[in-house]
């Protein structure tokens, strides 16, 4: 029996539940196994409830069988669409006779989901404002107007999102930016570049759908740090080459150069032999590493 609006938007809601409090795989797979038989989509159903935003969330899930499931359902959904979802009468009835969720200006429902498609006809990788024609002077300042359009640049980017839902979520992010900062100062232009920058991130995807889904609520995105913000994949690079990076310093005993510069702080002598080593990002501050020549103690500092 096919589920209505409503029982998807509870899977939904159930389903990010149990991502955020990291709930056994067997439990996102019932909720994926229930979609999977209880949906049939169309292009207003997948806009009103978003359910398409949390299962594409999933694909990237640490467990192999989630991540499959995931990307059959939205396979299986974007197939559906494809073949009929956007038919006369098919929104209506998948939604258990409810009316469209965005009915087109006339006041049909049938005009809406062909217009949005043409808003598809862009390669998600070429999508920006311009390609979506959006109208992004918001806020009454050209300042602040043209840092929305960044927000929404870096948001669109790879995305298959409707431009008015972008939109909603790039004036937040930059009207968090714009709280913090107090005023268009340079602490303000500079987030915004950092953000944009992050978003653009062809190697952290997980980033933009995070913040466009909510996952990352703006005012926490304004304010994460370049590390927080970078993927995991990459966390996880920069800790390994810190790791070799810190070794080979360690061991390389015969670069060290004795300095009175640095005291131990363990028996406070002034005979400590250092080395420098970029152990993490380039554009990070090298790591000094110590080694006190009269009682052995080591420590290292930024």
């Not at 790879?158 to 004036?171: C, F, N, Y």
Request: aromatic share 4%; with cysteine.
């Amino acid at each position: 029996m096919a589920m209505d609006a409503k029982e998807i938007e509870l899977r939904g809601k159930a389903i990010a539940k149990a991502m955020q409090e990291s709930e056994p795989s067997s439990s996102l797979l019932k909720l994926l196994g229930d979609l999977k038989t209880g949906v049939h989509a169309t292009e207003d159903l997948l806009r009103q409830t978003r359910i398409g935003v949390t299962i594409n969330r999933l694909r990237t899930h640490k467990d192999p069988a989630v991540q499959r499931l995931a990307s059959e359902l939205v396979s299986k959904w974007r197939d559906e669409v494809k073949k009929g979802g956007v038919k006369k009468g098919t929104p209506s009835k998948v939604a258990n006779g409810s009316a469209s969720p965005a009915p087109a200006p006339s006041g049909t429902a049938s005009p809406a989901p062909a217009q949005q498609k043409k808003k598809h006809d862009v390669a998600p990788d070429k999508r920006n404002h311009k390609t979506d024609k959006v109208k992004y002077q918001v806020t009454g300042q050209e300042a602040r107007d043209n840092c929305v359009r960044l927000m929404y640049d870096g948001l669109a980017f790879m995305s298959e999102a409707l431009p008015d839902e972008i939109l909603a979520v790039a004036k937040q992010v930059e009207a968090a930016a714009f709280t913090n900062a107090k005023s268009v100062n340079d602490e303000y232009k500079n987030k915004i570049r950092s953000l944009f920058q992050n978003l653009k991130n062809k190697s952290n995807p997980n980033l933009r759908e995070d913040v466009f889904s909510g996952k990352i609520a703006p005012k926490r995105f304004v304010t994460m740090s370049h590390d927080e913000m970078k993927s995991d994949a990459r966390k996880a690079e920069d800790e390994k080459l810190e790791k070799e990076n810190m070794n080979q310093a360690m061991v390389a005993q015969v670069e060290k150069s004795i300095s009175k510069d640095f005291v131990c702080g363990k028996c406070k002598q002034r005979k400590v032999a250092y080395s420098q080593a970029q152990t993490r990002s380039a554009d990070e501050p090298m790591t000094t590493f110590c080694e006190c020549m009269n009682c052995g103690n080591r420590w290292k500092f930024s």
